[in-house]
């Protein structure tokens, strides 16, 4: 009976080899797809566990982590939530992240890779590891105007530094308090979900780079003009300014706000066109100069360019495809033409910088649980957008246009400012989106603006973006140059 | 016939008392680092906890010198140190329990188990004096372990836990009879095949160059296969069942040495279990939870989804290789992390190393056993001891492959580690027959005398069972 006895004996160790492997593979092997399985709620605990660092605005803490004596350890808050809430974002147990919370998160949470060196730091020295704290490149102050100025109207304001493409201020309403969702009672936290989730104003959206991205109206008229000086045009030039602008192709017409002539000769010049926003001058100079040149001024301006800042921009686009009269359309902002607010800041913050667009971002510096910069965002050039010489003759004609056009509303003493409205059609029945870009001062430009009121905000059908929009942009410029 | 150069056989007794010390250290220390980790003092129970489990295991250790001085010097560490680092892992998980609201105390009832355990091994050890004796209750033992393990079936007695019948109530406590019911099984089974084994070793036709047995012994192969399946009908489990018929094939192909019922048994098991799994909804479910543990419906689905299991991959892949240490992690995740899944609490905790250091433990645990079952010198205790050490061996296979998804997942718990009276007592039971066997397998023939013969001396077919038989071993002995 050995011999059976010995062959048992080599069937147990082979059991045992069979268990060990299959140890080792779920331990080992796959252990990563396991521990990243989104059913595994340890990775979220193990989260919550551990310090989570804080996103500070201006040396103040707008997101921390708290210890709390519950299954998690730490709870999330946020100071000023709704303020900030857009920016932040929320950080839930039962829906997960959004905003910097989300973008950020290695870095707040500390697994960053180039958080190695602090993990290795906190092991051999025996101190609770903590997430790295996250710094904005948000002025409070101006983030503050913004929101004031915005009221209780749905839409959007993003501020930009134009010299290094920092966001200054970044307004989306309406806006939520990200601390119901922050909370560890799932019940709560599900019913404020589920209520952010179907308000029909979608309070979570983010319009400023996120929402479903507007027609951009007159503010496209930049574009345009850009385009046009590009060709050769002059702010002098004298351009074709009818009453009504037959379309090729197609028995319709395009007219000026309220049906009135630019000029009584029939043409005017570009800076005028510009100055009074003539709906027929800009179609004509986008008949002449094409949709190809439109479109690639437009991409010169970052239409279509993916960008994180760190969170995810909607991409702006000009349409692919366009006929005739749709090119005319377009080039006054309307047709398929679509942008983010941040966008639309982005093309004045090109003009204000000489031509040249600078890379918008959000975080300043990511530093250690010692403050002690880990990384730090330095100002980086996108791309160039126009020569210096058109960026010089854009910057005159959009002071004109605060000065004695349609954006008079932005006018601040003794500052010059330059700025162009828009008033967007949606659709027949709905009232038009309201906007504003500008960018003071015209000389030493430190912030280019963009504002976007959705329907008229408070005005409604009255609504122009010089009427709604250009008083904010003026709030968040004097917030700037206080 | 294999004839052995005569040697010195050593006791082994201060051998085992040397390894008892870093398998107390083992379990003694990881209560007192759990209780570090989470309250960051020594648990206030301390220095009573490490006297008690160091009084049981010395009181064990002179119970050996005094009965069985011959006895394996390395089986009784192992199981120290596993019996530790369970009851450790217990009171981690009781730890937890008791954070999250709920009263717990697994660690305490399991230190009370494992004190009755050890008592009731060493009772075993001084009144069982010749494990030959055993021989002598093979019948009885064949009904005693069917009543066993159709206990739970009884109604009023059985309990359903978990969907499983495999549960008696009484008096407000659980058992599971299948736990003694394996015990009682072998002695049954080493009994019965030691008296028939050379009838099923008779050689019947050849199919395909394996020497099959003749048709009319094919009967108490099938019995046991029926028995095993109504197991797994009628209680719900297929641990037990596997276990059952497992042990069944083991110990039949050690006493006839052929393949062919290894072949045979396997066949109608793995026959039995897909016939049953089309045709038991219950049966269905386990395969497919085991199948489509990550499919999201059989995840959610509650009970029967792989909820469970996967929750139990999920605390193993968090463990990684070196683990995340007694308490840092979160065994209570899992549901019953401190019984059916301890396994996956210990590799949470423990990581890899520290799962693979325990799997170990049971290889050199199963491993001692067959050598004592080779090293003794009467077939019924070869097959006993043969049959217990595999079923150890067997049961830890299905446990910590279903835990780890490598088989289907079943109810039966870890041997030595995982929270259960029964259990407890049952392993015990074993570790104190496999100890009196390896006394025997090591013991000198006669005092300074050379070693009897290490071949088997069986006793002649079908001779009955009793004194007579013991009489004649000796005097073989002593030739």
Redesign the interface.
């Known amino acids: 009976m050995n011999t059976p006895l010995r062959r048992l004996a080599s069937v147990v160790l082979v059991m045992f080899l069979a268990l060990m492997v299959s140890v080792t593979w779920v331990q080992y092997g796959a252990a990563p797809d396991l521990n990243s399985d989104s059913r595994n709620v340890r990775t979220l605990y193990r989260e919550y566990g551990n310090a989570r660092g804080p996103i500070v605005v201006a040396g103040e803490s707008v997101a921390y982590s708290v210890p709390v004596d519950d299954a998690f350890g730490y709870q999330r808050m946020y100071a000023n939530g709704p303020l900030y809430a857009h920016l932040t974002g929320h950080y839930s147990v039962v829906y997960g992240r959004s905003g910097v919370e989300r973008a950020m998160n290695t870095e707040l949470n500390g697994s960053s890779d180039s958080l190695f060196l602090e993990r290795i730091q906190d092991l051999v020295t025996g101190r609770q590891p903590q997430g790295a704290v996250v710094e904005l490149t948000i002025d409070p102050v101006v983030q503050q105007a913004a929101w004031d100025a915005l009221g209780d109207q749905r839409g959007a304001v993003v501020a930009l530094d134009p010299t290094t493409g920092a966001i200054l201020a970044m307004v989306s309403k309406p806006s939520y308090d990200p601390n119901v969702l922050a909370s560890h009672d799932t019940t709560a936290v599900n019913e404020a979900w589920a209520a952010l989730d179907a308000a029909a104003d979608d309070p979570l959206v983010n319009r400023a780079i996120a929402g479903d991205t507007y027609p951009p109206g007159s503010t496209f008229k930049v574009v345009t003009a850009a385009a046009a000086l590009e060709d050769g045009l002059t702010p002098a030039s004298e351009v074709a300014a009818p009453v009504e602008l037959d379309l090729p192709q197609s028995s319709s017409v395009l007219r000026n706000f309220g049906g009135s002539a630019c000029s009584p000769s029939g043409t005017q010049s570009l800076a005028d066109a510009l100055r009074i926003s003539c709906n027929t001058a800009f179609g004509q100079l986008g008949l002449d100069l094409g949709d190809e040149a439109l479109r690639e001024q437009a991409e010169a301006f970052g239409f279509g360019t993916a960008l994180d800042v760190p969170m995810t921009v909607t991409e702006s686009s000009f349409p692919d495809e366009v006929d005739r009269p749709q090119t005319a359309l377009s080039a006054i902002g309307q047709y398929e033409v679509r942008v983010t607010p941040l966008q639309v800041a982005m093309v004045s913050s090109a003009v204000a910088n000489d031509g040249v667009l600078m890379t918008p971002h959000l975080v300043r510096a990511v530093r250690d649980q010692d403050l002690e910069v880990v990384t730090e965002t330095d100002p980086e050039q996108l791309r160039r957008s126009v020569s210096p010489g058109t960026a010089d003759a854009l910057t005159q004609m959009m002071l004109g246009v605060v000065e004695s056009g349609t954006g008079r509303a932005a006018q601040i003493p003794g500052v010059a400012v330059a700025g162009k409205t828009g008033t967007a059609q949606t659709s027949a029945e709905a009232a038009p989106h309201a906007w504003f870009t500008a960018f003071a001062p015209a000389d030493e430009p430190r912030v280019a603006v963009a504002v976007v009121v959705e329907n008229g905000g408070a005005m409604g059908n009255e609504a122009t973006g010089g009427a709604v929009a250009a008083p904010i942009a003026r709030a968040v410029i004097e917030a700037v140059l206080r | 016939m294999?004839t052995v150069i005569p040697y010195r056989v050593r006791p082994g007794r201060s051998l085992e008392l040397a390894l008892l010390a870093p398998a107390l250290l083992l379990g003694v220390g990881a209560y007192a680092l759990v209780g570090l980790a989470t309250q960051g003092t020594l648990p206030a129970d301390i220095l009573g906890y490490g006297a008690g489990l160091v009084g049981l295991a010395l009181g064990m250790h002179l119970v050996l010198r005094w009965r069985a001085p011959y006895a394996d010097p390395v089986i009784l560490p192992v199981v120290v140190a596993l019996n530790g680092i369970g009851l450790a892992m217990i009171y981690r998980i009781d730890i937890a329990y008791v954070?999250?609201g709920r009263e717990s105390v697994f660690a305490e009832r399991q230190l009370a188990w494992t004190a009755l355990g050890v008592v009731l091994a060493s009772l075993v050890l001084v009144l069982l004096r010749d494990h030959r004796t055993l021989r002598r209750y093979t019948y009885t033992a064949m009904v005693a372990g069917l009543v066993l393990i159709m206990l739970p079936l009884v109604p009023g007695l059985g309990a359903n836990i978990n969907g499983a019948q495999i549960w008696i109530r009484l008096g407000g406590m659980s058992f599971q009879p299948a736990e003694l019911g394996k015990i009682v099984l072998a002695v049954f089974f080493a009994g019965y095949l030691v008296t028939t084994r050379d009838t099923l070793a008779l050689a019947g036709p050849k199919v395909l160059g394996l020497q099959l047995p003749r048709p009319r012994d094919l009967g108490p192969i099938l019995l046991a296969w029926l028995a095993s399946l109504a197991v797994l009908v009628l209680q719900r489990d297929l641990g037990t069942s596997l276990l059952f018929f497992g042990l069944f094939v083991?110990m039949l192909?050690?006493?006839t040495?052929r393949m062919s019922w290894v072949v045979i048994g396997l066949g109608l098991f793995v026959g039995g279990a897909v016939l049953a799994s089309t045709a038991f909804t219950h049966v269905t479910a386990r395969f497919d939870a085991w199948l489509n543990a990550?499919d999201?419906d059989v995840?959610q689905q509650s009970p029967g989804g792989s909820g469970q299991l996967?929750r139990g991959?999920?605390?193993?892949?968090?463990?990684?290789?070196f683990g995340t240490g007694w308490g840092e992690g979160?065994p209570d995740?899992v549901p019953y992390a401190e019984s059916d899944f301890i396994v996956a609490s210990l590799?949470e905790e423990l990581?890899?190393t520290g799962?693979?250091a325990i799997?170990?433990g049971?290889?050199v645990l199963?491993?001692r056993g067959?050598?004592t079952?080779?090293g003794v010198r009467d077939?019924f205790g070869?097959?006993f001891a043969?049959g217990m050490?595999?079923v150890v061996?067997?049961q830890?296979?299905v446990v910590?492959?279903g835990v780890?998804?490598?088989i289907p997942l079943t109810g039966l718990t870890m041997p030595f580690l995982a929270y259960g009276g029964s259990s407890l007592l049952a392993n015990w039971v074993i570790v104190a027959l496999l100890l009196r066997i390896s006394d025997s397998a090591r013991r000198p023939a006669a005092d300074g005398g050379a070693p009897g013969p290490?071949?088997?001396a069986e006793p002649g077919t079908g001779a009955a069972p009793g004194e007579q038989e013991t009489e004649r071993i000796d005097v073989e002995e002593l030739r």
């Not at chain 2, 991959?313 to 290789?321: E, I, Q, T, V």
């Open positions: 294999a954070a999250r083991a192909y050690l006493a040495e990550f999201d995840f996967v991959l999920f605390g193993l892949a968090n463990g990684g290789l979160r995740l590799g990581g890899l799962l693979l799997l170990l049971y290889l199963a491993q067959l050598r079952a080779i077939g070869k097959l043969g050490s595999f061996a067997f830890c296979f910590v492959g780890t998804r490598l290490l071949a088997p």
